[in-house]
């Protein structure tokens, strides 16, 4: 019997999150392209209630999540002790989250808590890498203020704050990815949050699925240093049999919605920040993965661009799209406890069959 590769185009679940059907992508029935000037924080109380919130509740679901943006100090000594360890930081971060709850949190935090110790936890783990000092959550700057003030150790201005707001909506959820996928089948066990967190952590850490955007900029960086034309690039790694880190996609087909408004995001950051260079670059090699093999950039793609102009260093471009991710992970993870229905699909056995075991008699 034929099974589809990789559960290609298997509808396993329903679900009232977001959706691609027919290559758009929505959340609770919004365009993403409507959602992009949404606030963060209206998009994640989206995601965990399928409506958006009234004036009131915005203000409450913020200051909330702000509140709890504070971690213990028992957290923190953890973080200095983890954070400076010669790993990949996405392993830092898949440690950090399974640890990021003791044994009292494990059993009763909820979401909202959990998303906020995830933004402060991944900054504080980025400066401590970075020998800076930490930064207190300042109860007066909104969720992504704080995350990038406690980020770069300065209160970032209103573009800034609006264009990162909008690459965090772009990459908080998109249906049953495999890292959304992952928490799903740890949720449906009933395990705790961080231990279905931890699992789609490990999901999106994959070359070809979160670890994508950090290769995407690799190659950019080899092709400006080597000064090598974008297409002998990528008939040389073609030639080598290696994929083109940020093109082509499970689902989308002609195009990925959020590469169009994350593009448009990097052609404004990338002279501002002199990364002109790199913008050349990333469009002459999109146009010619999309005139020789019809493959379109995809989130990955432009988002690798965006951190590298907000002066983050490459290795930990997955580790912020898993800051991103955490508010649809969550979402996911509420929705599946809901089912009340362990995920434990069949097989069909295609190995070796009527063997015995005969013990010998040298080891009677
Ligand atoms: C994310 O699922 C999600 O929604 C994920 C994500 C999310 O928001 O959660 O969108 C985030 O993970 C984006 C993808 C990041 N990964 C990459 O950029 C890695 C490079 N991309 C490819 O590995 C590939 O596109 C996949 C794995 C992402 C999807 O492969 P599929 O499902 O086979 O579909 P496709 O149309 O993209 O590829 C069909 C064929 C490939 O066949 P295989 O080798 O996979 O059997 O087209 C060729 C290839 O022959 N191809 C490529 C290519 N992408 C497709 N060849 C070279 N380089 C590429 N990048």
Known sequence: MDYPRGLAGVVVDQTKISSTAGAHLTYAGYPIEELSEASFEEVVFLLWN???PNEQELYDFRADLVSKMVLPAETIRLLLYIAKEPQHPMSILRTTTSLLGT???VEHDEPPKILAKMLTAIAAILRIRDNEPLIAVDPNLNVVENFLYM????RPDRKLTKMFSSVMILQADHEFNASTFTARVVA???ADYYSCLTAAVSALKGPLHGGANERVFEMIEEIE????????FVELQLKKKRKIMGFGHRIYKNGDPRAFILEEIAAELAPETGNKQYLKIQQALAKYMLERFGLHPNVDYYTALIYHCLGLDKSVFTMIFATCRTAGWLAHIM???RENCLIRPNSEYVGPTNQHYLRKESEE
């Open 50 to 52: 399928t409506r958006l």
């Open 103 to 105: 044994t009292n949190d």
């Open 151 to 154: 980020i770069k150790g300065k």
């Open 188 to 190: 449906s066990t009933f």
């Open 225 to 232: 240093k080597e000064q090598i034309d974008p297409k002998d």
């Open 335 to 337: 929705e599946q406890r």
